[in-house]
């Protein structure tokens, strides 16, 4: 494929105190600021909301999940309509996720060789083959902006040999990808692999390089703990290419979008912030909070005191909670809006502070009023004890 002239990244500023950056990556439907958060719409819409909805919570770009799109309504009937973003709407840029994520969660439905992962329907039970060819025309059919290579995602505690396989796989299958793709008008981004493992994850990306022209992923491993994340950043941060965004898959709550801009990542995806909203679970500057307990049900206030979100402006964590628990749409909604709309604030903020350059005092700030939910990590003591150390060294140094 010939050089892209229609993407490029820009890195605008790097903190002096943290060495985290804020960049501009043109796409042909926009240029979005990073770091950035990307609402998930797995089957083309962002689960009850309007595209007006995300642009309000200032949304700079959408996930779509090509898998669960060739399934329904198919790619050719998307084509027709003129492609992903006249079929839903959305004028912004839009990514789309392989399949490669369905490799692992549907594993009971598939069955993998060299060629091809052969999946039955969830929905009607067919059979399909889907291979990294057919992933490439697919994507080229719906016409995302952002498309990724078909790959083999793992899971946590699977030996060195076993992630080694799925590794060398994913590679191989990188390169099928690029030499399929022809469409100039989107950006392939290789995902980097090896799990846990700190010379298969670098193997992996300087592998991946020769197909990355103006981005690259990096995979999970599903189930790894937040200190081998971190770990597993860190261990990558000086390969990365810097002409070019960093996309951690799979991230979203605010903890880790904070320690991962920290590590040098600049885009990030997750459906939770939707998910747990669809479950009465809110993002707060205090860490989550459940409005459907009782005790809420007589408090008339919003959901979060700092946020500026349509919900927090106009309704109270008591009305939130009666329609969470009537079963009413609107609850499920509103939630939805204010968590994302939190994410891309706290999105907002980082680029900010960056700019500034105190990113690890707004770090620090964040975190003292901020709870995790899972204190086993307890990265907040560790993370701000080495913060202290690298302050102290910048001041040593006059930055």
């Not at 009850?48 to 909805?53: D, H, K, Q, R, V």
């Not at 793709?181 to 994850?201: A, S």
């Amino acid at each position: 494929m010939k050089e892209d002239t229609k993407f490029s990244y820009e890195t605008i500023h790097t903190c002096k105190q943290s060495g985290a950056r804020t960049g501009l990556f043109k796409t042909p439907h926009g240029v979005i600021e990073t770091p950035v958060f990307m609402p998930v719409g797995t089957q083309a819409t962002v689960k009850g909301l309007f595209p007006e909805n995300l642009k309000d919570l200032k949304a700079q770009i959408i996930l779509a999940n090509t898998y669960h799109l060739f399934i329904r309504p198919g790619h050719e009937i998307i084509k027709k309509a003129g492609g992903l973003h006249k079929f839903m709407n959305w004028d912004g840029p839009i990514l789309t996720d392989s399949g490669g994520f369905q490799v692992f969660s549907l594993a009971n439905l598939r069955e993998m060789s060299e060629d091809s992962v052969e999946f039955t329907s969830h929905l009607s039970g067919d059979k399909f083959k889907f291979s990294p060819e057919r992933c490439i025309e697919v994507q080229n059919a719906l016409g995302a902006d952002i498309i990724m290579q078909l790959d083999q995602c793992t899971e946590y505690g699977i030996t060195k040999e076993e992630s080694r396989q799925a590794m060398e796989l994913s590679l191989r299958w990188l390169k099928r990808c690029y030499e399929a793709h022809k469409d100039p008008n989107q950006l392939l981004f290789p995902i980097v692999h090896g799990n846990v493992f700190d010379d298969l994850r670098i193997e992996s990306i300087k592998e991946s390089l020769p197909y990355a022209k103006c981005g690259i992923a990096i995979g999970g491993s599903i189930g790894e703990t937040k200190a081998e994340m971190h770990h597993i950043l860190e261990n990558l941060q000086p390969y990365l290419p810097e002409n070019m965004p960093r996309y951690l898959m799979g991230i979203g709550t605010p903890e880790d979008l904070i320690e991962s801009v920290y590590r040098g990542m600049d885009m990030f995806d997750c459906v939770l912030a939707t998910r747990i909203a669809r479950n009465g679970t809110a993002f707060t500057h205090d860490g989550k909070i459940v409005i459907r307990n009782s005790k809420f049900k007589e408090d008339f206030s919003p959901i979060d005191e700092k946020c500026d979100c349509y919900a927090c402006k106009n309704y109270s964590r008591a009305y939130i909670r009666h329609l969470i628990n009537s079963g009413e749409i609107l609850g499920a909604n509103l939630l939805s809006i204010h968590n994302l709309r939190f994410l891309t604030k706290l999105m907002e903020d980082i680029r900010q502070a960056i700019k500034e350059d105190r990113f690890l005092d707004f770090r620090a700030e964040f975190y003292k009023t901020y709870k995790a939910k899972d204190p086993k990590d307890d990265f907040f003591r560790i993370s701000l004890n080495k913060q202290s150390k690298e302050v102290k060294t910048n001041k040593k140094k006059g930055n």
